[in-house]
């Protein structure tokens, strides 16, 4: 792989890792399932929940979307480990959330995600939380996550 080929594939992953946080602050769930490869899996075992494949992404996306208040996601960037059509990486994810009875908190996590180039460019395959801390405004931070 040339050097402008593995430049253009980071590039596109951080935009794919930009389309996922739009998608999920936009609430946009059809969009977010669409950045997955057709046998993707959103792995956040401190709800818990699994969802395999863009149907269940998207259908389940909208069930937790129906509990919100409101929702924040900040990503910020972490690494990018290129093996030709495959890739993995790290994101540190901050959310703010409040739930309609009225539940708030703010979550800090570490995915471990892993791309596919696909003909349509770059796609999650598997977006898996790794540890999550959770705190609520009156509290510290508690451990819930786990390596999946």
């Not at 951080?14 to 936009?26: H, K, P, Q, V």
């Not at 994101?91 to 996590?109: F, H, K, M, P, S």
């Not at 770059?122 to 540890?131: F, N, R």
Request: aromatic residues 8%.
């Amino acid at each position: 792989m040339s050097d402008f080929q593995a430049i253009g594939d980071r590039v596109e992953i951080e935009a794919l890792r930009g389309e996922f946080t739009d998608a999920a602050m936009m609430r946009d769930r059809a969009r977010l399932a669409s950045l997955f490869t057709p046998d993707g899996a959103l792995r956040m075992p401190n709800i818990p929940a699994e969802l395999v494949g863009r149907e269940e992404i998207r259908i389940g996306g909208e069930r937790l979307q129906d509990q919100w208040d409101f929702f924040v996601q900040t990503t910020h960037p972490g690494t990018i480990q290129l093996d030709g059509d495959t890739a993995t990486g790290r994101a540190y994810i901050q959310e703010l959330v409040r739930t309609r009875d009225g539940r708030q908190g703010l979550n800090y996590a570490i995915y471990h995600d892993r791309y596919q180039r696909t003909p349509d460019g770059w796609k999650c395959q598997a977006p898996g939380l790794v540890e999550s801390w959770l705190a609520g405004f009156q509290g510290c931070a508690d451990r819930v996550g786990h390596r999946v």
